[in-house]
Structure formats: structure tokens, C-alpha cells
């Protein structure tokens, strides 16, 4: 089967501007995850959908970043404006479930994404 | 919320000694263990997981054990290769649903 899609792979940017990734989720995984992983560090949940909806988003920046679901199958990350602080690989992640069997995640390649 | 501490952060093993990777957690909820591997600039990999109803799961030369009263568990690679570099990271899922994630351990086997 297909992995989990991302795009782009590597995105350069100065302080201030915007920046969108997307990921395209294992064909009929109903949560999808992004991740924030600072080099050196473990990844850092950003956000957690269940099909359309918002699972968790706790520890997302809500002030500069926002995310979408919109129709339970990809998703886009924007960030608006960049802060230097942002830079990282943005990962993306789909499970089949929640919870329970068939909830080990998968991850997409990550977007690298330098901030200027 | 969940607080996952991996040790060490840096390992480093003779080609064909073991491996071992000790990681902690506070939310005594959690009840789903996976490790995965990363490769340099490649995507974290799910090599093995364990559920707190078990004790112990062994895959090949990956064993990873789960001791619920101390709230720890380990990831065990015996006869280690050199594919095996990598860094490895620990992560407990509670009843919130989310995936902790620990520091990640950098495990070179020197040939």
C-alpha cells in the first residue's frame, strides 16, 4: 500500500512570511497527525484530526499556525507568520483508529522547513 | 500530560554486543508502547510496540519489555549490526489519545 504523502520536501523561507505544507494520509486512515521535530528532539504532537474533525490541538501555536481537514482526507499546515523558532521537519502521520488495534501511526518524509 | 524520558541519549556498541534503551513515562493511563527508528533524514519507522496487557514482546533480534508498576519500559537488540545506527525514540499514548514522544537515543554500532 501507498505511504503517507507530503509535500514540499524542503522549504526555504525568511522571518514573516507564510508557509503551507500538505499531507496526503494512507488511503482510509481516519486520524491524521502533524508533528513538530526540532533537530535533535522527539517529535511534538501539533495536531490531531479524527476524519473532519479536531481530536487535540492543545500545543498548537494557534496565534501563527493553523491546520484543516476539510474533507477527511488530506490536510494542509500553514504557518502566517514564520518565526525563526519555527524551523524543523514537519512530519505527518496517519492511523487507522484512534485507539485500540490499528492505531500505530505511520509517518510521512517530512517537510524541512528553514526559517530565514 | 504525558512526560516520556528516554536514556541514554547517545550509545554507542561493538558490531554484534546489545543494545539497551530504558524509557520512563508519568501518566500511569498510558497503555500503548511503540519505538521507532530513524534513519538520518528519513521518516521514523514503527519497529516494535507493546500494550500495557503484556509484559514482554520479541520480534527477531527486538525484544522490548513493559514493567507497569515502575512505569518504565525497554527496547533490547541483541547481536547488533551496522544497519542498526539509528536514533531510536520511545513514545506512550494515554487515554487522551496522544502520542508522547521521548528525545530519541543515537545508537552507533561500530564495526
Known amino acids: 500500500e501507498a505511504g503517507v504523502a507530503q509535500s514540499p520536501r524542503y522549504k526555504i523561507i525568511e522571518k514573516r512570511q507564510s508557509v503551507a505544507f500538505w499531507c496526503n494520509p494512507i488511503?482510509?486512515?481516519?486520524?491524521l497527525y502533524w508533528y513538530q521535530q526540532i533537530l535533535g528532539q522527539g517529535p511534538k504532537l501539533l495536531i490531531q484530526?479524527?476524519?473532519?474533525?479536531?481530536?487535540?490541538d492543545s500545543q498548537l501555536p494557534k496565534d501563527r499556525f493553523s491546520a484543516e481537514r476539510l474533507k477527511g482526507v488530506d490536510s494542509t499546515l500553514k504557518i502566517q507568520p514564520a518565526k525563526l523558532e519555527d524551523s524543523a521537519v514537519y512530519l505527518c502521520?496517519?492511523?487507522?483508529?484512534?485507539?485500540?488495534?490499528?492505531?500505530?501511526?505511520?509517518f510521512g518524509p517530512g517537510t524541512r522547513l528553514t526559517v530565514l | 500530560g504525558e512526560n516520556v524520558e528516554q536514556h541514554p541519549s547517545t550509545l554507542s556498541v561493538q558490531e554484534g554486543d546489545s543494545a539497551v534503551i530504558k524509557c520512563t513515562y508519568s501518566?500511569?493511563?498510558?497503555?500503548?508502547f511503540p519505538w521507532y527508528k530513524q534513519e538520518l533524514g528519513k521518516r521514523p519507522q514503527l519497529i516494535i510496540d507493546?500494550?500495557?496487557?503484556?509484559g514482554e514482546k520479541k520480534d527477531q533480534r527486538i525484544a522490548v519489555t513493559l514493567n507497569k508498576t515502575a512505569k518504565h519500559f525497554s527496547l533490547h537488540i541483541t547481536e547488533t549490526q551496522p544497519e542498526d545506527s539509528a536514533v531510536y525514540f520511545c513514545?506512550?499514548?494515554?487515554?487522551?489519545?496522544?502520542?508522547?514522544f521521548g528525545a530519541g537515543t543515537t545508537v552507533t554500532v561500530r564495526a
Open positions: 501518566d500511569s493511563a498510558s497503555n500503548y
Open positions: 502521520a496517519s492511523s487507522l483508529r484512534l485507539a485500540g488495534g490499528g492505531s500505530e501511526q505511520f
Open positions: 488511503s482510509g486512515h481516519a486520524t
Open positions: 507493546i500494550r500495557s496487557n503484556v
Open positions: 484530526f479524527q476524519n473532519n474533525g479536531v481530536v487535540d
Open positions: 513514545a506512550a499514548k494515554n487515554n487522551d489519545y496522544k502520542l508522547s
